[in-house]
């Protein structure tokens, strides 16, 4: 090998390692009295790649001590034995709830609707509720039966939510660029009050895969149903799309501190796949329906 | 004189073709509503077996023993069936109530854009194949299609835990505290068009 040749090899080795460390640095500010949580969606599966991602998002925690977690559904894939609720719950993260971390679940349509009863998954006996950490108000809903008893009742939880940060999260995502495509009848039932009400955030699960979707009506749409399950490839990168990631699993670290949401996405090897800052929508000029990116997390 | 006798028969038949007019329109309207309110009922005396199986296994509040929850879900459906049965399709969803039912629903499909079709059928396409069937167990590794937020708001309210889904062509109603099929419409749904064709689970 030639003098030259080991510089280069040394140069690309160097610049890899670089990228590589950058990749796992964490890009959240953490904030004194920040919220931070956890996004996971579509986890229950119990397969080693739930358990891989569960062991990188403990990692995660070291750095970035969130303390709850919303779920996106899907909690559990398939029968729903008590044994199954060990294997694809609370082996997985145990070390999360011997930590007391919280977890704030929604349903998927895989999810026996008695997991409501499930202490852990915090639903408390309900489909859709919503509760407060911090000022910032979520929103957790059923998107497998949107009868018009949850539409009023989100209503009139919205109208006394003031002005607090609001997020909703449920299954099925309103927009996505992954082949199955959006739920329409669910934009048309949604998007009406999240606009009137001003939710800032929703985040969804069921496409087994990461999205940001540009601001929609200046409502930022993520897609995190692929924290256990993988649907390889799926994304078809449309005008929707801010960013994408469909060839492993992922979950996303996300802090709100002030006016701003500050988000990381991490996959299972550990790599960050996205991350930005979000202006709360009342704080923002442009609320146009075309684009509205995210800000890079300046480093 | 004479000269009024034309016009107070026209008079006299147009007042004739809208009292005919009016009662045809008027007696679909109070049939359904009798239907409906027969079908009140008779949801009526289902709630009432499960909350005479309810009592019997007590209430459920959140725990943190699955083995809790799947044994009072399993309790509380044998103690239903066991106070129902002889439940036979057609006992909840009478012929009336489903040729009710089957209007509303293809009147509902038939004003929905392709993309909400599709939408509509990928959620089936999760479905395996299967035949619901009265008092039996919804099949508790089988995923449940979203139901149609827009066909909720045509459809009759449901007591809770009862609820609509769609198996395929079928309406179901379900009791979802026990997972149970209380009922079964077939040929609720127009058939499935193929628009998805994907099929993927």
Not at chain 1, 15 to 20: R, T
Not at chain 1, 183 to 196: D, Q, S, T, W, Y
Not at chain 1, 222 to 229: D, L, P
Request: proline letters at 6%; one cysteine or more.
């Amino acid at each position: 090998m030639s003098r030259l040749t080991r510089r280069i090899a040394v140069v690309v080795f160097a610049a890899i390692a670089f990228v590589s460390v950058a990749a796992q640095d964490l890009q959240l500010p953490l904030k004194p009295n920040s919220v931070r949580f956890l996004v996971m969606g579509d986890t229950g599966t119990g397969d080693s790649e739930q358990y891989e991602t569960a062991a990188q998002i403990l990692k995660w925690r070291q750095r970035f001590p969130f303390a709850f977690a919303i779920m996106l559904g899907d909690n559990l894939y398939g029968s729903e034995r008590p044994q199954d609720f060990v294997k694809k719950f609370e082996r997985p993260y145990q070390a999360l709830l011997d930590e007391k971390v919280e977890f704030n679940a929604a349903l998927g349509n895989h999810d026996d609707q008695n997991q409501i009863y499930y202490k852990p998954f915090n639903l408390g006996g309900k489909r859709y509720r919503t509760f407060k950490k911090g000022d910032v108000r979520f929103f957790v809903l059923d998107s497998n039966y949107l009868d018009p008893e949850q539409l009023k009742w989100l209503e009139h939880e919205l109208e006394g939510a003031g002005s607090d940060w609001k997020i909703a999260y449920f299954h099925h995502p309103m927009y996505t660029s992954a082949t199955r495509g959006p739920v329409i009848e669910l934009r048309a039932a949604l998007e009406p009050l999240f606009i009137k009400y001003n939710v800032d955030v929703v985040f969804s699960g069921h496409e087994h895969l990461y999205e940001r979707i540009y601001p929609q009506k200046g409502i930022y749409y993520f897609t995190e149903g692929g924290s256990a399950k993988l649907r390889a490839g799926d994304i078809t990168k449309t005008s929707l799309t801010a960013s994408g990631f469909d060839t492993d699993r992922s979950f996303m670290l996300v802090e709100i501190a002030g006016d701003e949401m500050f988000f990381q996405t991490v996959s299972r090897k550990g790599a960050t796949i996205d991350s930005g800052i979000l202006a709360r929508r009342k704080v923002r000029t442009d609320l146009s329906p075309a684009r509205n990116p995210a800000t890079p997390v300046k480093q | 004189m004479k000269r009024w006798i034309p016009v107070a028969l026209c008079v006299l038949c147009t007042m004739y073709v809208d009292a005919v007019r009016m009662s045809a329109a008027g007696q679909p309207a109070n049939a359904d509503a009798s239907t409906l309110s027969d079908f009140k009922k008779r949801l009526d005396a289902y709630m009432a077996v499960h909350n005479a199986a309810e009592e019997k296994v007590g209430a459920l509040d959140p725990t943190k023993s699955p083995k809790e929850i799947a044994d009072r879900e399993s309790a509380l459906g044998q103690a239903i069936r066991g106070g129902r049965m002889n439940a036979k399709p057609g006992d909840v969803l009478t012929p009336e109530v489903a040729r009710i039912f089957r209007r509303i629903i293809r009147t509902e499909f038939a004003h929905r854009s392709r993309l909400a079709l599709e939408n509509r059928e990928e959620a089936q396409d999760e479905l395996p194949a299967f035949t619901p069937m009265v008092n039996q167990i919804y099949p508790t590794t089988y995923p449940l299609a979203t139901f149609p937020p827009a066909l909720l708001r045509e459809l009759p309210e449901l007591p809770k835990p009862i609820e609509y889904r769609l198996v395929r062509q079928y309406l179901i109603l379900r009791d979802s505290q026990a997972n149970l099929i209380v009922d079964v419409l077939p040929n609720a749904a127009p058939p499935m068009s193929g628009l998805t064709g994907s099929g993927r689970k």
